[in-house]
Nanobody
Framework: QVQLVESGGGLVQPGGSLRLSCAAS????????MSWHRQVPGLERELVAR????????NYADSVKGRFTISRDNPKNTVYLQMNNLKPEDTAVYYC????????WGQGTQVTVSS
């Protein structure tokens, strides 16, 4: 059974940093494209960042380029999202997704950026 568990969310002041983690079980992470998405109530879930199996090729939403970094540790079956210079508009529930033949989602972790 595939399971993705996000952690690392919380309350942070504008300009602060957080690192999200996504621990995967029931799959071999190196075979999957991994991505982070976020969702605000009432709005569609949006892609934040994606990292391919090689760990080198990445994509970012324009709104987070230069501030967020996605990375993966295949032996640890874990994906990370380093978020720097956080802004109030980054407030959302952040979800991890694994994609190969199907999509698997985590349960999400809340990130709140507020003074």
């Amino acid at each position: 059974q595939v399971q993705l568990v996000e952690s690392g969310g919380g309350l942070v002041q504008p300009g602060g940093s957080l690192r999200l983690s996504c621990a995967a079980s029931g799959l071999t992470l190196r075979n999957y494209v991994m991505s982070w998405h976020r969702q605000v109530p009432g709005l569609e879930r949006e892609l934040v960042a994606r990292i391919y199996s090689d760990g080198v090729n990445t994509n970012y939403a324009d709104s987070v380029k230069g501030r967020f970094t996605i990375s993966r540790d295949n032996p640890k079956n874990t994906v990370y999202l380093q978020m720097n210079n956080l802004k109030p508009e980054d407030t959302a529930v952040y979800y991890c997704k694994a994609t190969r033949w199907a999509d698997y989602w985590g349960q999400g972790t809340q990130v709140t950026v507020s003074s």
